[in-house]
T-cell receptor, first 113, second 113 residues
Framework: DVKVTQSSRYLVKRTGEKVFLECVQD?????MFWYRQDPGLGLRLIYF???????EKGDIPEGYSVSREKKERFSLILESASTNQTSMYLC????????????FGSGTQLSVL | GESVGLHLPTLSVQEGDNSIINCAYS??????FIWYKQESGKGPQFIID?????DKRQGQRVTVLLNKTVKHLSLQIAATQPGDSAVYFC????????????FGPGTSLSVIP
């Protein structure tokens, strides 16, 4: 079974804090993705990575950065958290030539106060 | 995908009845479609997929129908069970770009025992 692990299920942070969301996969996939999910808006792509140290902006990268130092780990960083970044954050892997599906982690519900 | 709004469409069905969840997709070039199920507090789970060269695909208790003429996708769940209560959303993409997955806002399915 595909395993995509997000380190925290719930996180509460204060405005201005630096926040790290971690995602680890055990499938040796090249492609990893960070989405945020807000009610009624669907999933929106923040950043993705197609290889170690490689990253590409998605549709809503503002206020976020990412790090991929090892193939299995993809981190999302909120440099200075703001209340409008309160959301469910989902990590995903997949979208390869042989498997077009996206496999998601359980998500991290982040609240910024 | 569907028109974006703040309110999640809802569907209530009696246990044992069949459910039909609809999705309008936006890109005529999309050639691969996926349905996901997301239970409360969890990440999306893959249910079934279909390619644009097919009109119908069946899985266990689920059927996906694709109408390319009107850009419409539907998910049919047979003999709906309480465990089917979740948010269901469709996703569209094309094989040329692994990052461009468009998600619908989802439909909340409630099963009445």
């Amino acid at each position: 079974d595909v395993k995509v692990t997000q380190s925290s299920r719930y996180l509460v942070k204060r405005t201005g804090e630096k926040v790290f969301l971690e995602c680890v996969q055990d499938m040796d996939h090249e492609n990893m993705f960070w989405y945020r999910q807000d009610p009624g808006l669907g999933l929106r792509l923040i950043y993705f990575s197609y290889d170690v140290k490689m990253k590409e902006k998605g549709d809503i990268p503002e206020g976020y950065s990412v790090s991929r130092e090892k193939k299995e780990r993809f981190s999302l960083i909120l440099e200075s958290a703001s209340t409008n970044q309160t959301s469910m954050y989902l990590c995903a892997i997949g979208r390869t030539a042989t498997n077009e599906k996206l496999f998601f982690g359980s998500g991290t519900q982040l609240s910024v106060l | 995908g569907e028109s974006v709004g703040l309110h999640l469409p809802t569907l209530s069905v009696q246990e044992g009845d069949n459910s039909i969840i609809n999705c309008a997709y936006s890109n005529s070039a999309s050639d691969y479609f996926i349905w996901y199920k997301q239970e409360s507090g969890k990440g999306p789970q893959f249910i079934i997929d279909i390619r644009s060269n097919m009109d119908k695909r069946q899985g266990q208790r689920v059927t996906v129908l694709l109408n390319k003429t009107v850009k419409h996708l539907s998910l049919q769940i047979a003999a709906t069970q309480p465990g089917d209560s979740a948010v269901y959303f469709c996703a569209e993409t094309d094989a040329r770009s692994y990052d461009k997955v468009i998600f619908g806002p989802g439909t909340s399915l409630s099963v009445i025992p």
